[in-house]
């Protein structure tokens, strides 16, 4: 059985692999109940080469009690933890699609249904410079009512139960913009046809 250090270091690495962040890209970040502290990814860490050891471990106040230096983002895992007392884990990722979108600051609409799974509309946080306590709080208030969503000019952050989830979901961000994407070149620009409000509280798909 992983800890959850390691849980945390495969599924940064499957993130990775995924082409959700390129090496020392992007960050994430569970909390860990047992032991009442916030595991981070370290800064500017090759994450396959890392061991769970390094893994940065802080207190929900934002104490650094161990592991390697916290990633730069850490105010903003810590301000969405504070507004999401109920989420687990975070994932910030600067998939490519996704974050040409969050260049353009264009949320993806619920176009189809696997966008509900993200709690409809993925919407765009307000621009802030990275590592800073602004981008933390623009980026934590956006989240209150979402799972899901698209930093101005930078990239994604998600939110989950556990840090499978938080990933999932950012896969799922990344596909859906793909799919977004490809709609708005076929249209030539124009916004694809989205799901109707009535049919979206219709459906039933359970979330992940």
Request: glycine share 6%; proline share 6%; net charge negative.
């Amino acid at each position: 059985m992983k800890s959850k250090k390691e849980e945390l270091l495969y599924w940064a690495c499957r993130a990775e692999e995924a082409g959700l962040c390129i090496p020392k890209g992007g960050n994430f970040s569970l909390w860990d109940e047992k032991e009442e502290v916030i595991l981070i990814t370290p800064a500017g860490q090759d994450r396959k080469r890392a061991t769970a050891e390094e893994i940065a471990v802080l207190s929900r106040e934002g104490e650094w009690l161990g592991g390697n230096k916290p990633s730069s983002e850490y105010q903003m895992h810590l301000a969405i933890y504070k507004k999401r007392p109920e989420m687990k884990a975070i994932a910030h990722t600067h998939s490519r699609i996704a974050t040409a979108l969050a260049v353009w600051e264009k949320p993806i609409p619920p176009i189809i249904y696997e966008v509900m799974i993200l709690g409809g509309e993925v919407p765009v946080a307000p621009y802030a410079r990275p590592g800073t306590e602004e981008l933390a709080q623009v980026v934590a208030a956006t989240l209150v009512n979402a799972e899901t969503c698209l930093l101005a000019k930078h990239g994604v952050a998600t939110v989950g139960k556990d840090i499978e989830e938080a990933v999932l979901r950012a896969l799922y961000v990344e596909e859906t913009a793909s799919i977004y994407y490809h709609a708005l070149m076929l249209g030539q620009g124009k916004e694809p046809p989205q799901l109707s409000i009535e049919e979206i509280k219709a459906w039933q798909y359970p979330k992940i």
